[in-house]
């Protein structure tokens, strides 16, 4: 008789809403930046969809527009709700808040050395690297499926941090975690089990 394996936590991963100056591409980084209106609307179509699920407790990003869209889904749940700077996105050093066609055209030589090697590299101005970054996030992501063992989770936080949870979730080496998209107010739900993990939904 094939025994039915206990799931540890199911982890709802949400990316933020749209923000402000979207139209430029901004690389916002550690840069604390509001949602559009349209922002708003996408994290309450996400608190919609999640309504009826029965999460454990509910973390975030310290940064305004992880805390607003956690707050919307908090609404409909009466459980625990964390911010952690640890959480964060990425920091990019001499790149924050500047769009992405400015880096293009100030930086040639920098984008130059990150396509050669994509996880090591480090932005000018005390920037992280995608290793570092995984560094980072990780340690935090295991404590609280640790802490939070045997609830479900939802965590709303930003592209490169969801990007670094789903590659590791994958078995991807980090220089392939910008080959799936992720968009504002995504969904994204991945399943862990004592020996495996499960990933339901990428960028839904």
């Not at 454990?56 to 709700?81: C, E, F, M, W």
Request: aromatic share 8%; charged share 25%.
């Amino acid at each position: 008789m094939i025994q039915k394996m206990e799931r540890i936590n199911r982890i709802y991963l949400v990316r933020h809403g749209q923000v402000k100056g979207y139209e430029t591409i901004p690389i916002c980084g550690h840069t604390d930046v509001d949602l559009t209106e349209t922002g708003v609307l996408q994290l309450d179509g996400v608190a919609e969809r999640l309504r009826l699920v029965e999460p454990g407790a509910i973390y975030a990003s310290d940064l305004k527009r992880a805390v607003t869209g956690a707050r919307q889904i908090a609404r409909h749940h009466n459980v625990p709700v964390h911010f952690l700077p640890e959480l964060r996105e990425m920091y990019f050093g001499d790149w924050e808040g500047r769009s992405l066609g400015e880096i293009i055209s100030n930086y040639p030589e920098e984008l130059e050395k990150r396509k050669k090697d994509l996880s090591h590299y480090a932005p000018p101005g005390g920037g992280e690297s995608i290793s570092r970054f995984s560094d980072r996030i990780m340690p935090v992501f295991e404590r609280i499926r640790i802490e939070e063992a045997g609830k479900d989770v939802v965590i709303v936080v930003h592209a490169g941090v969801n990007r670094v949870i789903l590659s590791h979730a994958l078995g991807l080496d980090l220089s392939r975690m910008l080959n799936f998209q992720q968009d504002y107010g995504c969904l994204n739900i991945v399943d862990y089990f004592p020996d495996s993990v499960m990933v339901k939904l990428i960028n839904g």
